[in-house]
Each structure stands twice: as structure tokens, then as C-alpha cells.
């Protein structure tokens, strides 16, 4: 019941993201609210990540938990804003016969790509997915109706349906977010509501190897741009046009990770 | 006029009888699917369309069908049409009403459904599907209604109405190219991003619908005592005959290009899927196999002429279109399309059972507008040829 309620507030979140001054270059994740965003990204270092073991999933924990995500046991209606896939599938279309076993079998972490030119947004019938402030793709939850077009038009698989309603299956709830309700679509917000308080994605903040790193696109100087320029980094299916704003480091040591 | 529809035989009213006990039964497990979400179908994050979006696109086909018997008859004069346009419009009707229904059933939020039109969005194709097909629906109302009638007082329909009978033509076209575009704008769906995809429904569509037109002149000779006349029929059965080569066709060069230049991501993999399996998953295979016996079988029909121009083997040949076409767009287009997921895995597609029910009492709430509107043009009919006479 209490549940309920909570998810009967303000469950829109706008696409003003208010909450910064405007001074400054986002120089480190930790950093991220002292900087007017302009065009938000991520570089997921897998090197880091593996570093900690296959068992850490402290990012997804963090996330989960304060996006009141549900558990929902049954695979086929999964609701998950971010998770790992073995490269083959986070990438199938860069795969061979021979690649390298440290590529293959590991697991990448994934999520919605906020894409710069997102098919998502360009075929929602009625905004409720929409490019908000800091080019993040936004979801109002308030306005959905559920037809699922995002679904088919994401090529991410970044989408979940709350094809049952999500509270049940809540471990424990973050009041300070809302809860959804069955027949919405959802996905990772890039942390909005954390943003305009200027904290970085709950991800990037619980992550022990520091792997993740967030940022501004458009700041020539924020990390982001710095590792991009000195790694080899690819994103997921290019060819589709969507210019994805999640990176991937792929090979470390050549040039990236002695620099930090 | 309307008061027609209230009079008819015992097996007329049995007929509607058993068309409200499906409807009843497709609307209850529709309250369950509303308490309990889409669950209660076999819908999934992978193949998140299924049935219901399968029955829309095709139904979309039905209804821009009618345009084969407008066309022929206003623009190049096809008389043995004029008996029947009538039919065509309606049929047009109650697929369109279906059409509405199966995308009001696949919603998560059927409450917000005027969300599309408090914030009209006309990047999305949806909105355009959504302006189209109600546009269409209106037409044909207007359209039907206004031509009975004037047949039912014996004067020439208002002379206000032949334009819309004009516009009617490319709108009959445009529903089907735009919901032929909801499928082939998506990147990452392979199956779907073809040029050809606008041209396949069409054809497809004006393959299926005069079929079922057929089909349903027959039922209306054999239990109503209307005759449409035998010139209608085998004009129609002309007109599935081609757009039956072409579907067959544009068929065969999706596999060409699939298979041919052997890139995975060109389709291939769907088509795999749907004709021998991915990766040990076959559910569609036992399907498209039917949906090619069927074709074939509906050609060989078609083509020769002694079987075309026999009643019975030309029913044979029409049922046999429009089934193989069922399958082909109202199941394998939209399930394949999800096949492989973004992930290249395959997850399967299976309908539950509510969702077959829920599926049966749409069809069965636009066999009843059917039945009703068919019940009066016949009751006019029948009526004027009589005033005709005498
Ligand atoms: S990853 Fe998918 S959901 Fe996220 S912006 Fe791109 S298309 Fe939209
Ligand atoms: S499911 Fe919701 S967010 Fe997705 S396209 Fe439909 S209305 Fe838009």
C-alpha cells in the first residue's frame, strides 16, 4: 500500500536538468554535478571491471536499488536497466571464430546508449520517450501507453515492459524514486534525478574498480573526451545510425590505463 | 434502413447468438488480461508483439482491399462491380473496427489511448497509422451507407459523394503503406527494414481480401439468396490471381537477397527461422511450410483457367490464399521480425490461450459488424431488384 502511494507522487520527471551552475568542466565522474552537461556519456572500461571478478555486480545492485527496479523471475519478462552480456552478444556483428578468449567469454556491461539519434524517441506516439536536456533519452512514465513501438525500434534490447505490476517483486523500495506500474516501459535514466543534484549515475558512484566513467561530450576537456582520444573504444552497432553514447575501452594498454 | 438488421431467419440470429457468446468469452479473458497485464499472453521483452499486432497488420490488408472493387468500377468503368462496391466498403469496415480493437488489446495502458491524441507526435508512425486508418473507416462509412441508400430509394447516390469515393482510392493505399512503414523504418530489425515491405502488403493485401470477398459472395449466394453474379465473382478471382504471382514473388526475392548475398543481418537468420529453424528453435517451421503447400497449391488453382472458372475449386484456391496469407502476416512477419533478438538469441513466440480467446472475440466482433451491415445490403438488395421487376 505504501508502495502505492509512493508511486502515485510525482512521477514525472522533467527534462530540465536544473540542477547545475553553469561553470566549469566536468573533470571526474565524482564531479558531475559542478558542470553544465550538454551531451552526457559513458566509457565503461572492461579491463577495470574484470579486474574485480566475474562476482562483482555492484553497479547494477546501486542502480537496481534506487530505481526501485523489480526482480521479476521469469527471464522472458525481465525488467533490467542495466546488465552484462558475453561479447558476442553485446556485439554480435564484431565476432569471429578466433577472437581473443580475454574478449569472448567476459561479460560487458550494458544499458540503454542514450543514442545522440535515438529510434526510440522517433517512433513513441506520444513523447512519453523523449530526448530531454543533456541529450538524455527520457521516460515518462505517466504518459505511456504501452504499445511497445520502442521496444521493436530499439536495437539495443535496452527496453524492458512491466508486463505484470513491478511492486511485488521490489526487495525494498527507494522512496525517493518512483515505483512503476504494470503496462509501462522503462529503462536507465543515465541517473536524471541524481544529475540534477549534481551526483554522478548511481553506477558510476558504486563502482569499486572505477571502470565506469561519466561525462560531457561537448567539454573537450572532461575525462570522458580524454579517454576517447588516447583508447581504442567502439559502441554498440554503429552501422544502425544511432550514435550511441555508451563506450567500450577495448584494449587496455594501449594507451589508456597507465594514464590515470 | 438500420432496421433491416433486426429481422431475420433462425440461422441468422443462431449465427449472431454464437458470435456474442464468442465475443462474451474474448471480453472476459480481456478484464483478466486488464487486472492482470500482459502477462496472461506469451508476449515477452524479446517478442514483445505477437498475435495481436499479427491480426492488425493483416486485417489492415482486408480493409485496403476494398480499393479493388472501387477502382475497377468508378475509374475504369468495370460494371459487373457495381453490384457488389457495397461489400467491399463494409468488408473494409469491419476489418478497420477489428484493426482498432486488436491495437487497443496490445496496449499496457488502453486507458491513455487518447495520450496519442492530447500529444500528437508526427514523427511516429503510429500517429499516422492511427490518423489513416480512422480517416479510412469514415470513408467507408460514409461511402457505404450513402450508395445503399440511394439504391434503397431508387435514386443516384449525392453528387457530393464521388469525390470521396476518389479519395478513397489512395487512402485505401496509404493504410497499408503506412503500416507497412511501422515495420520497415526500425533499425536492428532486419527482417523488416526492406524497401520492399510497403509493396509486399499491398500485394498481399489485394491477394487475401478479394479472396475473402469471394469467399464471402459465396456464403451470401448459398444462405442469404443474394447473388452477386458469377461475372463479379471470376473478375475478382482475376484480380487474386495476379496479386497472388506478385505476393508469391516478392516472397521469393526476400529469400533471393537473404540467401543469395549471405549476410546474417539482411534477414537471413528470420528467414531461416521461420522456414527450418534457428538454432534448434522451429516453432514457425510446421507454419510457413503450410503457408507454402497452400500458395502453391492456391496458384495452380488460380493460374489454370478450367479450375478458376469452377465454383468449387475457385473456393478451394481462395481459402487457400487467404489462409497461406494469414499465416505469412498475420503470424510469421511480426514474430520473425523479434527473431533473432538484439542479442542474436533466439526466444520463441507462442500465443497463450486468452490471448487465442481474446483474438477469436475480436474476429468475431467484426464478423458481427460484418454480419449486420451484409444483412442489410442484402435486405436492400433484394428489395430493389423486386421494385425493379415490378
Ligand atoms: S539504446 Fe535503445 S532505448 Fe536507449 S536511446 Fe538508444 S534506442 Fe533508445
Ligand atoms: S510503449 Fe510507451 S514509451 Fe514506448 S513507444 Fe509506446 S508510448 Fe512511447
Not at chain 1, 58 to 67: E, Q
Amino acid at each position: 500500500m505504501k508502495i502505492g502511494a509512493v508511486g502515485g507522487l510525482g512521477l514525472v520527471f522533467l527534462p530540465a536538468v536544473k540542477g547545475f551552475a553553469g561553470s566549469g568542466a566536468l573533470r571526474d565522474a565524482a564531479g558531475a554535478g559542478s558542470a553544465v552537461g550538454r551531451k552526457w556519456a559513458m566509457v565503461v572500461d572492461m579491463q577495470k571491471c574484470w579486474e574485480r571478478g566475474a562476482e562483482c555486480r555492484d553497479c547494477i545492485l546501486a542502480c537496481h536499488r534506487a530505481h526501485n527496479v523489480p526482480e521479476i523471475p521469469d527471464p522472458e519478462e525481465e525488467v533490467k536497466w542495466v546488465w552484462t552480456e558475453r561479447f558476442e552478444h553485446a556485439f554480435p556483428e564484431q565476432v569471429h571464430e578466433y577472437l581473443a578468449e580475454h574478449l569472448r567469454d567476459k561479460p560487458f556491461l550494458v544499458l540503454c546508449n542514450h543514442c545522440e539519434n535515438p529510434p526510440c524517441v522517433r517512433v513513441c506516439p506520444t513523447k512519453a520517450t523523449f530526448k530531454g536536456d543533456g541529450g538524455l533519452v527520457m521516460m515518462d512514465y505517466h504518459r505511456c501507453l504501452g504499445c511497445r513501438y520502442c521496444m521493436a525500434a530499439c536495437p539495443y534490447g535496452a527496453r524492458s515492459f512491466n508486463f505484470r505490476d513491478p511492486r511485488p517483486y521490489l526487495r525494498e523500495l527507494n522512496p525517493a524514486f518512483p515505483t512503476r506500474e504494470k503496462g509501462v516501459v522503462e529503462k536507465c535514466n543515465f541517473c536524471t534525478e541524481r544529475l540534477e543534484e549534481g551526483l554522478p549515475p548511481a553506477c558510476v558512484e558504486a563502482c569499486p574498480a572505477k571502470a565506469l566513467v561519466f561525462g560531457d561530450l561537448d567539454d573537450p576537456s572532461s575525462e570522458v573526451r580524454r579517454i576517447l582520444s588516447a583508447s581504442y573504444t567502439i559502441v554498440r552497432k554503429p552501422e544502425l545510425g544511432t550514435r550511441p553514447k555508451v563506450y567500450y575501452v577495448i584494449n587496455p594498454g594501449l594507451g589508456n590505463s597507465g594514464g590515470r | 434502413m438500420l432496421a433491416k438488421a433486426l429481422t431475420g431467419s433462425n440461422r441468422y440470429w443462431g449465427w449472431i447468438v454464437l458470435l456474442l457468446v464468442v465475443i462474451g468469452v474474448g471480453f472476459s479473458c480481456y478484464l483478466w488480461q486488464l487486472k492482470e497485464g500482459l502477462t496472461v499472453t506469451g508476449m515477452s521483452r524479446d517478442v514483445s508483439w505477437g498475435l495481436y499486432i499479427g491480426q492488425f497488420t493483416f486485417l489492415v490488408g482486408v480493409a485496403a482491399s476494398a480499393v479493388m472493387l472501387v477502382l475497377p468500377y468508378y475509374l475504369h468503368n468495370v460494371k459487373e462491380f457495381g453490384r457488389i462496391t457495397v461489400l467491399g466498403e463494409f468488408l473494409a469496415v469491419a476489418a478497420i473496427i477489428m484493426c482498432l480493437l486488436f491495437v487497443i488489446v496490445d496496449l499496457g495502458k488502453p486507458m491513455r489511448l487518447l495520450n496519442m491524441i492530447l500529444y500528437p507526435t508526427p514523427n511516429s508512425l503510429l500517429f499516422w497509422d492511427m490518423v489513416v486508418l480512422n480517416g479510412y473507416l469514415l470513408l467507408n462509412i460514409i461511402i457505404g451507407w450513402h450508395v445503399l441508400e440511394a439504391e434503397y430509394k431508387a435514386v443516384s447516390p449525392p453528387r457530393w459523394l464521388k469525390p470521396l469515393i476518389y479519395l478513397s482510392i489512395p487512402w485505401a493505399v496509404s493504410i497499408h503503406t503506412v503500416t507497412a512503414f511501422l515495420y520497415a523504418g526500425l533499425p536492428g530489425r532486419h527482417y523488416w527494414l526492406t524497401a520492399l515491405m510497403a509493396a509486399r502488403f499491398l500485394a498481399s493485401a489485394f491477394a487475401s481480401g478479394p479472396a475473402l470477398l469471394i469467399l464471402l459472395c459465396y456464403i451470401l449466394k448459398k444462405y442469404a439468396g443474394f447473388d452477386p453474379g458469377r461475372a463479379a465473382v471470376q473478375k475478382l478471382a482475376g484480380i487474386v490471381t495476379y496479386a497472388m504471382i506478385v505476393t508469391v514473388f516478392f516472397v521469393a526475392l526476400e529469400l533471393f537477397t537473404a540467401f543469395y548475398s549471405q549476410v546474417p543481418g539482411h534477414g537471413m537468420q528470420s528467414l531461416q527461422y521461420l522456414f527450418v529453424g534457428l538454432e534448434g528453435h522451429r516453432g514457425m517451421v510446421p507454419f510457413m511450410w503450410v503457408f507454402v503447400f497452400l500458395s502453391a497449391l492456391a496458384l495452380v488453382l488460380l493460374i489454370n483457367p478450367a479450375t478458376r472458372a469452377r465454383e468449387k475449386t475457385l473456393l478451394v484456391a481462395c481459402g487457400s490464399v487467404f489462409g497461406a496469407l494469414w499465416i505469412e502476416k498475420g503470424l510469421g512477419l511480426v514474430i520473425a521480425g523479434f527473431i533473432p533478438n538484439p542479442f542474436e538469441r533466439v526466444s520463441e513466440y507462442a500465443p497463450t490461450l486468452p490471448e487465442v480467446l481474446i483474438t477469436l472475440g475480436v474476429w468475431a466482433a467484426g464478423l458481427l459488424v460484418l454480419t449486420v451491415l451484409y444483412r442489410i445490403v442484402v435486405a436492400v438488395k433484394k428489395e430493389s431488384a423486386l421494385g425493379n421487376e415490378g
